[in-house]
């Protein structure tokens, strides 16, 4: 059994070594249908790392061929592939500007759409990222409107958005938790100005009386009635928009609060 074993491995290291010479004799040689041959089985087996070098040097060889477009972007596709986004969006574009008549451009422009959208970090970082993504996602819609992939695009932005809505929701409660009351209102206000649909309404203009209120008491007095003044109107439209809200009693209590102060 032992020598079996033994045997087993020295085939296996004997057809990996054959394998890796015959990858190096193709890659030096000036064969360029083998190449192509040998990059398209290393594609379909998944092996990205070799079929790209095989596929630029095809490309670079016969940029204008059939055999070059196709390298082009399965060259694109293996970066996508490897989780390289960055490559792979860039390849997707350049195939888009160098084969501006390629049948394969929808599929292209949605990969590269994805790419960012891949590239899009985790909520409580910059969103640069997931902005340009929307963007390319939409970019992908208004070229493409009649397209299968639109349900998709449009779910996609929608998860976009969302990251962006938790996001600023989390400076509103951030700015509330730390008592920044002036950062904590505006920043209440721009997110309902951003997101009026958003789930998170509600407790967002709670906490932006809440913060209002105290902004009020600790201001010098020149500036305390205008700002109750708000406060008195932010509690009257909360009430009116939401009569059954869990934090309407909490409220009422800071209104008389309020009238008594005024």
Not at 82 to 106: C, G, L, T, V, W
Not at 111 to 118: F, G, I, R
Not at 144 to 170: A, G, M, T, V, W
């Amino acid at each position: 059994m032992k020598n079996y074993i033994k045997l087993v491995g020295l085939f296996s290291s004997l057809l990996f070594l054959t394998a890796c010479s015959n990858y190096n004799v193709i890659i030096k040689g000036d064969d360029y249908e083998a190449k192509f041959d040998a990059a398209n089985d290393y594609y379909e087996s998944k092996k990205y790392d070799r079929c790209m070098v095989l596929y630029e040097q095809v490309y670079q060889h016969s940029p204008k061929t059939d055999q070059g477009e196709v390298s082009y972007y399965r060259l694109a596709k293996s970066y996508y592939l490897i989780s390289d986004y960055y490559m792979s969006a860039y390849y997707f574009n350049a195939y888009i500007q160098r084969f501006p008549y390629s049948e394969k451009n929808e599929e292209a422009l949605f990969l590269s759409a994805l790419c960012s959208v891949n590239n899009s970090p985790n909520w409580s970082l910059d969103q640069t990222e997931t902005l340009m993504a929307i963007n390319n996602v939409q970019e992908f819609i208004d070229k493409y409107p009649q397209s299968s992939l639109l349900d998709s695009c449009n779910h996609i932005i929608d998860r976009l958005r969302y990251k962006l809505e938790f996001k600023d929701y989390n400076k509103v409660c951030l700015y509330a938790k730390t008592e920044n009351y002036r950062s904590a209102v505006t920043a209440a206000d721009n997110f309902i100005s951003a997101f009026s649909r958003s789930i998170y309404c509600e407790e967002i203009k709670y906490l932006a009386i809440i913060n209002c209120y105290q902004l009020a008491k600790n201001s010098i007095e020149s500036k305390k009635i205008d700002r109750m003044e708000q406060t008195t109107e932010r509690y009257r439209n909360f009430a009116v928009e939401f009569p059954n809200s869990i934090y309407l009693k909490e409220l009422e209590i800071l209104y008389e609060s309020l009238k008594s102060e005024q």
